[in-house]
């Protein structure tokens, strides 16, 4: 086993990856090489993760796709040298201070396995990468196919998605919320399974989101005394207390209040996108969801809030937001009516878009700490994580960076007078 600078936890030995080799495949396999390697952070601040190179022979005759499914959809894509096999594994260890408030065991073991289900029975592509193990650590630790050899990535965060890209994203969005409703409708009990990140989770991590807010809402405000035309902005900015932030921004969570509610993401942004790209025209045509931790049960708006004000870029949030909102909703439609779900009952696009406007508060929140936590620079956001948002020190110095960024200062500009004109800060 070889790895970089960062030790290899002894988890990740090959006695696990033989048993992992022998769930998959339902047949001895044995191990010709392993090579684990630690991944940089550049944006997940929830996890350790390794990528693993897992060279293996299977010990009996070729793998029946008929006999598991699975194994067979492995062995298809696997790529062959002589007899052995190459099995690239994403190893992701949540931390355990978060594992307690996580959905992402529930979500792959019971929720994304019959969404990815329908979304095959209607002929589209998989949302999630195929998960081959799952092992109970200190925390939480899940064993995916790494499509990097496939040829998915991420795209850079502090550039986000042009037009082309933001489209599908929100095909690919409506695709999932569609398989989404139908999962929910057939398990109706699934509400109650499912923790919510915001609503009721952890006191210590509420109040590290309203210290980020109303620590950002100063520093932005101090910069924008600056900008003519904003003064009356920044006095509603100042009067947003934590107390008027609660009121507004835990409701949005409460799944009765919506006219549609479905099994969420939860956490859409683009550290947790991939894009595979055509080779020929460079178009995006495929797009798989990662990080489900944050998954709850609410209104699809939620997902689309945080896709847009977090991921997307401004030219295309001023100008097609509509239009790939409607596109996001042929999506929905088309997957359900191809699902054989009932025509009357499908939600309206009405139904979306007031959904939207109930919940648009959530884009303020976003904007102010989400958004502009993402523009960190790729040297400060090296090693990120929860605990280092308690660091003063630490913050401020993400605060200089962040808020030197041309993309944030336009964002924010455009952003807080149409919030204004929506009247999400009075």
Known sequence: MSGANKAIPEYLSEDTFNNLLLQTFERPAQIRSLQVIPQKSFGNYCSDIYRVTLKYEINDSSV????????????????????????????????????????????????????????????????????????????????????????????????????????LLFKRLGEYHAASLIYTESHPAVQGKMRQFYAVSDPALELCIEDQMYDNIEHVAKIMETWPGYESIIAKMRKHTREVFRSKFLPLFDASQAKLALVLHGDMWIANLLLQYNNNDGKAEDAVFL?????????????????????????????????????????????????????????????????????????????????????????????????????????????????????VLETYKYMLKAFDERGLLG
Do not use: W
């Open 291 to 407: 990080d489900y931790q944050n998954s709850c049960y609410g209104s699809p708006a939620i997902d689309i809030h945080n896709l847009f004000m977090t991921s997307v870029q401004l030219s295309v949030l001023a100008h097609s937001y509509d239009d790939i909102i409607a596109h996001y909703y042929a999506a929905f439609r088309s997957t359900l009516l191809v699902a054989k779900y009932p025509v009357e009952r499908i939600p309206t696009l009405r139904c979306i878009v007031d959904e939207l406007h109930r919940t648009d508060y959530f884009n303020y929140y976003l904007l102010i700490f989400p958004f502009a936590q993402t523009m960190l620079s790729d040297e400060l956001v090296k090693g990120m994580n929860f605990n280092k948002l308690q660091d003063k020190q630490r913050v401020a110095l993400n605060r200089a960076d962040i808020y030197s960024n041309e993309r």
């Open 64 to 167: 029946d796709k008929s006999d598991n499914d699975k194994a067979g959809e492995v062995a298809q894509r696997a790529p062959a040298n002589g007899e052995q096999r190459v099995l690239h594994v994403l190893v992701k260890d949540l931390f355990e201070n978060l594992s307690t408030i996580s959905n992402e065991k529930f979500m792959y073991a019971q929720v994304l396995p019959e969404i990815n289900k329908t979304l095959r029975s209607c002929g589209l592509q998989p949302i999630s990468p195929m998960v081959y193990y799952t092992l109970k650590t200190a925390g939480e630790t899940h064993f995916f196919e790494d499509l990097t050899p496939r040829g998915y990535v991420i795209r850079p965060r502090t550039i986000g998605y042009d037009e082309d890209e933001t489209r």
